[in-house]
């Protein structure tokens, strides 16, 4: 399918049936799979032949939507996870283990930032934060002997910065290092990162690629095109023999195109045991036909309420890169050309009060912590998941006290518009 264009993967990828066989992605709802001789499981334990023998490390249904989701990335070899967390924590800790460095972007989801900063550092792991805006200089300066990956958000949540693909990837080759990409508000049918420089792309599933609130999820991508063995001192866990798994070299056994996600799936999810389940597997596939379609109308609806809001008087600022007088437009052209996301931030000039009063008033748009969803849904941050915060500590943590996150959804613009302007007359 990896000839074919991102519109019909959407709908026919991953899966092809054979004669009599289900059209739909069948549900393996198994922990377990069967084996005639313990030599015939023995093989799929030394990594000799393909199949399934437990559900924690890998199930037919998972695997079916993975390919898809490679596939539409236009990578080699990828893997569902429980969650867009622990995406990015295995495409992470899959190379950078304790006393080992590595280099992030710090316009980044904020759980994905604590997760680096926080939790990764109490195993030993440290980061430097870079700003996306960094020159090239800036950001070599932040590489170490022991840095193992630089990471990056292709549209930053909530920022909505645009990272600059080639330049971040530009870096990362010089160091001879990957770099991963989380490309989860453009998809793959806005942008598809492999072709701009990047190594390992990952996804909350959750968002766009479900697009129904319907199951939690996650996602790892690989190129296959960084060559593990050509920096192997510098990635053993690749590249010399693991021990916990019989001995094999990742790197030698499966190639460029194949090691980083085998040694995810054998080491990371054997131990971690992130695992989504086909249940949810199945929900995500239904969006991922449909997402090509979606991301069309979420684009659209973006770009209207980010126009209108940048012409109305209430309102500060609009961060949307598809407005050109917006920052990072000249970037979107480049890596977003089909356009970015549904989601808009913006900042009302009355501040916390008129961002609570806004808020209280809205109707079709529902106060959600969720974005990216065929329903509109919104959040300001300063009365909700930042309210023990004052003003001026949301200043000093660029979450003005009058920012709104919107995250458009499918409904008719017009209705969407007129939704936020019947809010914003409400505001003094």
């Keep these: ?57 890998q199930n037919p249904t998972c695997d079916y939507v993975a390919a898809k989701i490679a596939a539409l990335e236009g990578g080699t070899a990828a893997m569902l996870t429980s969650s867009g967390q622990a995406a990015n924590f295995f495409a992470l800790f899959n190379l950078a283990s304790c006393g080992d460095h590595i280099v992030s972007s710090s316009s980044i989801y904020g759980g994905t930032f604590n997760l680096i900063s926080v939790t990764m550092a109490r195993m030993g792991v440290e980061v430097t934060f870079v700003s996306p805006d960094c020159t090239a200089e800036e950001l070599d300066a932040a590489f170490r002997p022991n840095t193992k990956a630089l990471f990056g958000e292709t549209i930053a949540n909530p920022a909505l910065t645009v990272l600059d693909i080639e330049k971040f990837a530009a870096a990362a080759h010089r160091r001879g290092v990957p770099l991963i990409v989380d490309n989860t508000f453009a998809t793959p049918v806005n942008c598809r990162p492999f072709h701009w420089g990047a190594d390992i792309v990952t996804h909350s599933t959750t968002k766009y690629m479900d697009g129904h609130g319907a199951a939690v999820g996650g996602a790892v991508v690989d190129s296959g095109k960084f060559d593990w063995m050509a920096h192997a001192d510098k990635f053993p866990g690749l590249c010399t023999p693991d021990e916990s798994y019989h001995g094999v070299t990742y790197a030698e056994k499966f190639g460029k195109e194949g090691a980083f996600i085998t040694k995810c799936t054998a080491q990371l999810m054997r131990d971690f045991g992130c695992t989504p389940s086909p249940q949810s597997a199945f929900y995500l596939n239904l969006g991922l036909e449909s997402l090509h379609v979606r991301m069309e109308r979420h684009c659209e609806n973006g770009q209207a309420v980010a126009e209108f809001l940048a012409a109305h008087p209430k309102v500060a600022h609009v961060s949307y890169c598809g407005l050109p007088g917006d920052k990072y437009h000249a970037l979107a052209l480049k890596y977003l050309p089909r ?5 808009v931030s913006f900042e009302l000039k009355g501040g916390r009060e008129a961002a609570g009063v806004f808020m209280s008033r809205l109707k079709l748009a ?27 500590q949301l200043k000093a943590a660029g979450v003005p006290a009058g920012l709104i996150r919107i995250s458009c959804g499918l409904e008719s613009r017009e209705d969407l518009i007129d939704d936020i302007k019947q809010a914003l007359e409400a505001v003094d």
């Design 1 to 57: 399918m990896s000839n074919y264009r991102s519109e019909t993967i959407c709908v026919q990828g991953g899966y092809t049936p054979g004669s009599g066989e289900p059209r739909q992605i069948p549900i393996i709802q198994s922990t377990t799979f069967k084996y005639a001789t313990s030599e015939d499981m023995g093989r799929l334990f030394d990594l000799e032949s393909s199949g399934y023998f437990y559900s924690r490390l």
């Design 339 to 343: 356009g970015s996301c549904g989601v």
């Design 366 to 392: 529902a106060i959600e912590t969720h974005v990216a969803d065929a329903r509109t849904c919104c959040l300001n941050p300063a009365t909700s998941t930042h309210r023990q915060m004052t003003d001026e």
